[in-house]
């Protein structure tokens, strides 16, 4: 009886610890790659202080100037026009697949949307280059010359080639889209169907439902949709250097090219190692990106998190 | 009047949205499907590049195709091996209720949003330490940062939804821990575990900011762990910036086999998917 037990209780035994030992691999990564991105980036530190290097604006990294300004400008300039658009049209999506279409196009809809999500980031930048890039340079840009002229960062200079903050942003609105649309959807079916039942009984209509009850219960989820939308767009790398242009500049309006954190990593690996500070340079842009985006996801986490418990109760 | 007027508006503005989004998204599938269709030819996913490629001489995307499979195959095959374990431990059954189990969750959360770009440049420091240069293992050891967060909180969801009342069923006949998940527990979970992978694999294939330091580029097929290798989302991006337009359209081409690629996975995955809610035991 013994002998057959025993290795049953050996594998049990051996398996739990596997187990045990291999999710260590996950604090283990995360500590290590906070760490190996700190040890790189202090020799730049050494030499400069924090906040000289976030707010100077040359960037000659020969000369040994480097001033991460017009970078994390550029990042938060792309970043929060790819918002501006995405966010209010994937919410109203959303509202739509989640309380007014039928279940039939849900069904269609919903797998297509977590489809698109996959499509990889070159394909999206592709895509830029072929009819983003050209709509805005051709179009949109010279129609905000004659019309909008007037309106602060809405006006191009002459000749505004299309590689653009505009371009950049339209392409990651397009391309976090299918994201926002499915952790919103999400949030908005966790609403109990009981509450939007009570308030069309009371003889509201449905989008004074969604309006009052939906949105207000969902809101956090939203909110929080939204907030992991925003720190996917700050981190994407391919698609946004391929469409904005890549000049380390202030931008003076959402026509002007831009030089996002990403891109300036992505653009400059090939040369680092041969000046230097560079690599260290290019190590504390990359911490910086982590940081930034471990604060948004983690704020992000806790709305949704307490769309569920509130779903729960 | 205006309560109607409202409601009209809305409904209108909240369908247009959705048309919106969905009409962009297919405008895009077929702009990168015409224009890549244009120049895809058997030459192209069969030969590597010729003499004078980038200068719109011979040759194919063949060594992007096998160098991206390389890649990402041998990537999703690592991160099995340590998804799995994790997403199985954040179970109740082994540590899902210890402490442990909530820095593991957070840890994973974190690790899930950071930028595959940043990965890119840890994998770089990380071989700068052990002496590599660019090559298939960099690569490999990116993407694997890359998918491993996406798998194993894939792995979970699917995970959590195995009735408890099947382990208990299991635990009651005298199984063990580990009998009980491995004939009971992954058996009634595969179908999901399986798309779990393929979702990270599809992430995986497409990623060209975790492989631009790690893996490099070559014109060879992938022979060894230790040598550069050619990706295809990379050869979209070297060959877009070429400024000959027979060779941009190359990279069009390229695209296209990338859509596809990962476009057939995708859908694969959804369908085993659907076999999962097909044999659900307690439903």
Same mark, same amino acid.
């Given at each position: 009886?013994? %002998?057959?037990?025993?290795?049953?209780?050996?594998?049990?035994?051996?398996?739990?610890?596997?187990?045990?030992?291999?999710?260590?691999?996950?604090?283990?990564?995360?500590?290590?790659?906070?760490?190996?991105?700190?040890?790189?980036?202090?020799?730049?530190?050494?030499?400069?202080?924090?906040?000289?290097?976030?707010?100077?604006?040359?960037?000659?990294?020969?000369?040994?100037?480097?001033?991460?300004?017009?970078?994390?400008?550029?990042?938060?300039?792309?970043?929060?026009?790819?918002?501006?658009?995405?966010?209010?049209?994937? *919410?109203?999506?959303?509202?739509? *697949?989640?309380?007014?279409?039928? %279940?039939?196009?849900?069904?269609?809809?919903?797998?297509?949307?977590?489809?698109?999500?996959?499509?990889?980031?070159?394909?999206?930048?592709?895509?830029?280059?072929?009819?983003?890039?050209?709509?805005?340079?051709?179009?949109?840009?010279?129609?905000?010359?004659?019309?909008?002229?007037?309106?602060?960062?809405?006006?191009?200079?002459?000749?505004?080639?299309?590689?653009?903050?505009?371009?950049?942003?339209?392409?990651?609105?397009?391309?976090?889209?299918?994201?926002?649309?499915?952790?919103?959807?999400?949030?908005?079916?966790?609403?109990?169907?009981?509450?939007?039942?009570?308030?069309?009984?009371?003889?509201?209509?449905?989008?004074?439902?969604?309006?009052?009850?939906?949105?207000?219960?969902?809101?956090?989820? *939203?909110?929080?949709?939204?907030?992991?939308?925003?720190?996917?767009?700050?981190?994407?790398?391919?698609?946004?250097?391929?469409?904005?242009?890549?000049?380390?500049?202030?931008?003076?309006?959402?026509?002007?090219?831009?030089?996002?954190?990403?891109?300036?990593?992505?653009?400059?690996?090939?040369?680092?190692?041969?000046?230097?500070?560079?690599?260290?340079?290019?190590?504390?842009?990359?911490?910086?990106?982590?940081?930034?985006?471990?604060?948004?996801?983690?704020?992000?986490?806790?709305?949704?998190?307490?769309?569920?418990?509130?779903?729960?109760? | 009047?205006?309560?109607?007027?409202?409601?009209?508006?809305?409904?209108?503005?909240?369908?247009?949205?959705?048309?919106?989004?969905?009409?962009?998204?297919?405008?895009?599938?077929?702009?990168?499907?015409?224009? &890549?269709?244009?120049?895809?030819?058997?030459?192209?996913?069969?030969?590597?590049?010729?003499?004078?490629?980038?200068?719109?001489?011979?040759? &194919?995307?063949?060594?992007?195709?096998?160098?991206?499979?390389?890649?990402?195959?041998?990537?999703?095959?690592?991160?099995?091996?340590?998804?799995?374990?994790?997403? @199985?431990?954040?179970?109740? $059954?082994?540590?899902?209720?210890?402490?442990?189990?909530?820095?593991?969750?957070?840890?994973? $959360?974190?690790?899930?949003?950071?930028?595959?770009?940043?990965?890119?440049?840890?994998?770089?420091?990380?071989?700068?330490?052990?002496?590599?240069?660019?090559?298939?293992?960099?690569?490999?050891?990116?993407?694997?940062?890359?998918?491993?967060?996406?798998?194993?909180?894939?792995?979970?969801?699917?995970?959590?939804?195995?009735?408890?009342?099947?382990?208990?069923?299991?635990?009651?006949?005298?199984?063990?821990?580990?009998?009980?998940?491995?004939?009971?527990?992954?058996?009634?979970?595969?179908? &999901?575990?399986?798309?779990?992978?393929?979702?990270?694999?599809?992430?995986?294939?497409?990623?060209?900011?975790?492989?631009?330091?790690?893996?490099?580029?070559?014109?060879?097929?992938?022979?060894?762990?230790?040598?550069?290798?050619?990706?295809?989302?990379?050869?979209?991006?070297?060959?877009?910036?070429?400024?000959?337009?027979?060779?941009?359209?190359?990279?069009?081409?390229?695209?296209?086999?990338?859509?596809?690629?990962? @476009?057939?996975?995708?859908?694969?995955?959804?369908?085993?998917?659907?076999?999962?809610?097909?044999?659900?035991?307690?439903?």
């Amino acid at each position: 009886m013994i %002998s057959r037990i025993f290795p049953r209780l050996m594998q049990e035994r051996s398996a739990t610890a596997t187990i045990w030992l291999l999710s260590f691999a996950v604090p283990l990564l995360t500590v290590g790659l906070a760490i190996g991105l700190t040890l790189r980036s202090l020799p730049i530190l050494r030499d400069n202080s924090l906040i000289d290097l976030l707010t100077r604006t040359t960037w000659r990294p020969m000369a040994g100037e480097f001033g991460f300004l017009p970078f994390i400008v550029g990042t938060i300039a792309v970043t929060l026009v790819a918002m501006v658009i995405s966010a209010p049209i994937c *919410l109203l999506a959303a509202l739509h *697949l989640a309380e007014y279409a039928g %279940s039939q196009t849900r069904t269609l809809l919903r797998p297509l949307v977590d489809l698109l999500a996959g499509i990889p980031a070159v394909v999206y930048g592709l895509f830029g280059i072929l009819v983003v890039v050209p709509a805005v340079g051709r179009y949109i840009a010279p129609f905000a010359e004659s019309h909008l002229y007037f309106v602060p960062w809405l006006s191009p200079q002459q000749h505004a080639t299309g590689y653009s903050i505009l371009a950049g942003g339209m392409v990651l609105a397009l391309m976090v889209s299918p994201f926002i649309i499915s952790v919103a959807e999400d949030a908005l079916q966790a609403i109990p169907v009981g509450v939007r039942e009570a308030s069309l009984s009371l003889g509201a209509t449905s989008w004074e439902t969604s309006k009052y009850v939906s949105l207000r219960a969902a809101l956090p989820g *939203l909110v929080g949709a939204v907030v992991l939308g925003f720190s996917r767009t700050l981190g994407e790398t391919m698609a946004v250097l391929m469409v904005v242009g890549n000049v380390a500049q202030i931008p003076e309006s959402i026509f002007d090219s831009a030089y996002p954190l990403t891109a300036l990593i992505a653009n400059n690996y090939g040369e680092m190692m041969s000046i230097p500070l560079f690599d260290s340079a290019l190590m504390l842009a990359s911490l910086l990106l982590l940081v930034v985006v471990a604060f948004f996801n983690f704020a992000a986490q806790m709305l949704v998190l307490a769309v569920r418990k509130r779903a729960g109760e | 009047m205006r309560r109607r007027l409202e409601e009209v508006g809305f409904r209108t503005l909240m369908l247009m949205a959705l048309l919106s989004v969905v009409g962009a998204l297919m405008l895009l599938i077929m702009v990168v499907a015409i224009n &890549g269709a244009r120049a895809l030819n058997w030459e192209m996913v069969s030969q590597v590049p010729t003499g004078g490629y980038y200068l719109a001489g011979g040759g &194919g995307v063949l060594n992007a195709i096998t160098g991206s499979l390389a890649l990402a195959v041998t990537a999703t095959v690592v991160a099995i091996l340590f998804a799995l374990p994790v997403a @199985l431990f954040l179970q109740s $059954d082994y540590g899902g209720r210890t402490r442990f189990a909530v820095v593991v969750r957070t840890y994973l $959360d974190l690790l899930w949003g950071i930028p595959p770009i940043v990965y890119g440049a840890f994998g770089f420091t990380l071989m700068l330490y052990m002496g590599l240069r660019a090559s298939l293992l960099g690569g490999v050891i990116a993407l694997t940062f890359v998918e491993l967060p996406i798998m194993a909180r894939a792995m979970e969801e699917v995970l959590r939804t195995i009735p408890r009342a099947l382990k208990e069923a299991s635990y009651a006949l005298g199984a063990t821990r580990w009998e009980t998940m491995r004939w009971v527990v992954l058996r009634q979970a595969m179908p &999901g575990l399986v798309t779990a992978v393929l979702l990270a694999f599809g992430q995986g294939i497409g990623n060209a900011a975790a492989v631009l330091f790690t893996a490099g580029y070559t014109d060879n097929l992938p022979r060894s762990l230790f040598e550069p290798v050619a990706s295809l989302p990379l050869a979209v991006f070297f060959q877009l910036g070429t400024p000959f337009p027979e060779v941009q359209e190359r990279a069009y081409a390229s695209a296209l086999i990338l859509l596809v690629i990962v @476009l057939v996975i995708s859908i694969k995955s959804r369908l085993l998917g659907r076999l999962l809610s097909k044999h659900n035991v307690l439903d």
